[in-house]
């Protein structure tokens, strides 16, 4: 059984630390667009929209042409219906963590992790709550505000739970 986990949030709001944590505690491959963004800058010396949307989409592809059950560290929220085409395409099943955080906890990690542009701040999360209104179906499991700080373990326990139960 191929499986994609990914997620839905703003950036910022914890993907990575989740996705690391996931990774090596059920023996998942990490494909990260921080890492690919990071690659494009580095390359040509200067980010190129362009450049990043291509590697993306190709390592994407290959990961999913490899056939091998993968963590997406990326927010679906923006692209969920062309992503969810392509595991269907590929026969994955997916498990969506959807990161549904208020702007004052967002505004917190912001400063905590030393992020100096907030501007889009009320825009990231406008995107999300219309996400959750067109796809909170797709969803396979809520982490708020209340349950943050235990997000790890809520994480860990709802797809370990999804990956004995799916077929």
């Known amino acids: 059984m191929k499986r994609c986990v990914t997620f839905a949030g703003a950036p910022g709001c914890s993907k990575t630390p989740i996705a690391n944590y996931l990774s ?39 990961t999913l042409k490899s056939g091998i059950s993968f963590i997406y560290d990326a927010s679906v929220d923006r692209k969920w219906p062309t992503f969810k085409d392509w595991l269907s395409e590929y026969d994955y099943s997916y498990f969506i963590i959807s990161l549904d955080l208020s702007e004052k906890l967002l ?49 860990y326990n709802s797809v370990f739970n999804w990956m004995e139960n799916i077929n």
């Not at 580095?42 to 450049?51: A, H, I, K, Q, S």
């Not at 992020?115 to 825009?123: H, M």
């Open 24 to 62: 090596t505690s059920l023996s998942l491959a990490v494909l990260n667009n921080d890492a690919i963004r990071a690659e494009v800058a580095e390359d040509l010396n200067g980010f190129r929209v362009n450049e990043y949307n291509g590697r993306q989409e190709k390592r994407l592809r290959q």
């Open 107 to 155: 505004t917190t990690l912001y400063k905590s992790k030393c992020y100096v542009n907030t501007d889009k701040l009320k825009s990231y999360i406008k995107d999300h709550d219309g996400f959750l209104s067109k796809y909170n179906k797709d969803i396979g499991m809520h982490i708020n505000d209340k349950g943050f700080s235990n997000r790890l373990n809520i994480s």
